[in-house]
């Protein structure tokens, strides 16, 4: 079984810096895309920051020039550097992974962690 698990959530002060983790593990063949998402109670999950597997990054505008997303491919583990955290930063962040299982089929699956608790209040 593929999983996600992410690491690093919790409580900072606005101004503060964070940085999320998730490794992936299980049996996989490829991942070509590994980002962040977050979601509060009632709307909708929103992408905060990708990373492709050649390195491109995609950033929403609301983080732009404060969080930084980095791969590290060998270990199938992404990162999310949080700075100049504010409080509408605060939700649930989601780790996400698109991949291939399998070279046989070459079918490409969505995953998701379980989701950290980033809270930004002072």
């Known amino acids: 079984q593929v999983q996600l698990v992410e690491s690093g959530g919790g409580l900072v002060q606005p101004g503060g810096s964070l940085r999320l983790s998730c490794a992936a593990s299980?049996?996989?063949?490829?991942?070509?895309?590994m980002g962040w998402y977050r979601q509060v109670p009632g709307k909708q999950r929103e992408l905060v920051a990708t990373v492709i597997s050649g390195g491109t990054t995609n950033y929403a505008d609301s983080v732009k020039g404060r969080f930084t997303i980095s791969r590290d491919n060998a270990k199938n583990t992404v990162y999310l550097e949080m700075n100049s955290l504010i409080a509408e930063d605060t939700d649930v962040y989601y780790c996400?992974?698109?991949?291939?299982?399998?070279?046989?089929?070459?079918?490409?699956?969505?995953?998701w962690g379980q989701g950290t608790q980033v809270t930004v209040s002072s």
């Open positions: 996400y992974a698109n991949l291939i299982r399998r070279r046989t089929d070459w079918a490409r699956v969505d995953y």
């Open positions: 299980g049996r996989i063949f490829s991942i070509n895309v």
